[in-house]
């Protein structure tokens, strides 16, 4: 079983860009998903999550009013985050991340993760 992210890439800063992440062999709608960024040499940071049901979303203070998160409405098997007005501080390496529940997935207690997808913002 492995998530799978996808659509990182090279943006300028003030422009948008959408990530992506699906599971093999296994459903995405029965756990909490989120992403976490990490940059070389600074410590991993919660981004954002979503409960199994959808009906709770968390974001850290930094991403806030910027990024959102969601699934894919028809299989529910995707999540997406969606990231406005990004900064050159939003580059890192983003990784999706599956927990038994969102209190779970923000305190770092995570079930799989995926192995990342790199977001650079030029300024």
């Known amino acids: 079983v492995q998530l799978v992210e996808s659509g990182g890439g090279l943006v300028q800063a003030g422009n948008s860009l959408r990530v992506s992440c699906a599971a093999s062999?296994?459903?995405?709608?029965?756990?909490?998903t989120g992403w976490f960024r990490q940059a070389p040499g600074k410590e991993r940071e919660f981004v954002a999550g979503v409960t199994r049901s959808d009906f709770v979303t968390r974001y850290g203070d930094s991403v806030k009013g910027r990024f959102t998160i969601y699934r894919d409405n028809t299989t529910r098997d995707t999540v997406w985050l969606h990231m406005n007005n990004l900064h050159a501080e939003d580059t890192d390496v983003y990784y999706c991340a599956s927990a038994m529940d969102i209190e779970r997935l923000i305190g770092d207690v995570v079930t799989l993760w995926g192995e990342g997808t790199k977001v650079t913002v030029s300024s």
């Open positions: 062999r296994r459903t995405l709608s029965t756990y909490a």
